[in-house]
């Protein structure tokens, strides 16, 4: 059986993928700071206290994980808050490029003996993140640190591709959840899509950044 891991699995889309990739073959690892009962209900293996933005963290999930092949890794935890010109926050900013940014990249490194040929590592992104489709401003931290983890979804992907290993870059759509006050398309059509766009895209199209609706995105 494939193996599937997915942080920030309690709750919107990580849960709801959790609840598909199962549909699809997978068995599936929940990677999450603090588990719930819909989660629970799924019947993926749960790894709680799993916080992104944490080094120990991390290489205590990489520790569960150990000599377990993963063939799908969906980095998707994230955060969002609101800054403006007229009131930024740097420390929240931060904290945003910890989790949205850095986040990913500290699991894909931490899991990367747990990567093969054929495996696929998606980045859970924004296109609010894309200098070209920037229109409205704002939401500094957010579009700051969207815009980096897409910089370093295009590395991993330059650098895993002799390995035969493959990154893709995906925006979600706007998804009806906490982080965006259930504003949006329900978080199961959003993950059917995301899982979807994962099974038509190949090693020929790493580092690429796609709606999950199959448009291609700017950057």
Same mark, same amino acid.
């Given at each position: 059986?494939?193996?599937?891991?997915?942080? @920030?699995?309690?709750?919107?889309?990580?849960?709801?993928?959790?609840? +598909?990739?199962?549909?699809?073959?997978?068995?599936?690892?929940?990677?999450?700071?603090? &588990?719930?009962?819909?989660?629970?209900? $799924?019947?993926?293996?749960?790894? %709680?206290?799993? *916080?992104? #933005?944490?080094?120990? $963290?991390?290489?205590?999930?990489?520790?569960?994980?150990?000599?377990?092949?993963?063939?799908?890794?969906?980095?998707?935890?994230?955060?969002?808050? $609101?800054?403006?010109?007229?009131?930024? *926050?740097?420390?929240?900013?931060?904290?945003? !490029?910890?989790?949205?940014?850095?986040?990913?990249?500290?699991?894909?490194?931490?899991?990367?003996?747990?990567?093969?040929?054929?495996?696929?590592? %998606?980045?859970? &992104?924004?296109?609010?993140?894309?200098?070209?489709?920037?229109? $409205? @401003?704002?939401?500094?931290?957010?579009?700051?640190?969207? #815009? %980096?983890?897409?910089?370093? @979804?295009?590395?991993?992907?330059?650098?895993?591709?002799?390995?035969?290993?493959?990154? !893709?870059?995906?925006?979600?759509?706007?998804?009806?959840?906490?982080? &965006?006050?259930?504003?949006?398309?329900?978080?199961?059509?959003?993950?059917?899509?995301?899982?979807?766009?994962?099974?038509?895209?190949?090693?020929? +199209?790493?580092?690429? !950044?796609?709606?999950?609706? @199959? *448009?291609?995105?700017?950057?």
């Amino acid at each position: 059986m494939k193996r599937a891991v997915v942080t @920030g699995a309690n709750r919107g889309i990580g849960l709801e993928l959790c609840r +598909q990739l199962p549909v699809q073959g997978y068995e599936v690892v929940a990677a999450c700071r603090k &588990t719930s009962k819909d989660l629970e209900q $799924s019947g993926a293996r749960i790894i %709680a206290g799993i *916080d992104v #933005a944490d080094d120990a $963290s991390i290489a205590g999930l990489a520790r569960a994980l150990k000599e377990k092949t993963i063939d799908l890794l969906i980095n998707n935890a994230g955060i969002l808050t $609101s800054e403006m010109l007229s009131n930024l *926050d740097f420390e929240r900013m931060r904290r945003q !490029f910890e989790v949205n940014a850095l986040g990913p990249l500290r699991v894909t490194q931490a899991l990367l003996p747990n990567l093969k040929e054929g495996s696929k590592v %998606a980045i859970i &992104t924004s296109r609010v993140g894309s200098l070209a489709d920037n229109r $409205s @401003g704002g939401y500094y931290g957010y579009r700051m640190s969207k #815009a %980096a983890v897409n910089m370093a @979804g295009v590395n991993l992907a330059l650098d895993l591709r002799p390995k035969g290993i493959a990154v !893709f870059l995906l925006h979600p759509g706007l998804v009806a959840t906490k982080l &965006t006050g259930g504003v949006g398309i329900a978080a199961a059509e959003s993950a059917a899509n995301l899982l979807a766009r994962l099974a038509t895209l190949t090693i020929e +199209q790493t580092g690429t !950044f796609w709606h999950a609706n @199959g *448009d291609s995105l700017p950057w």
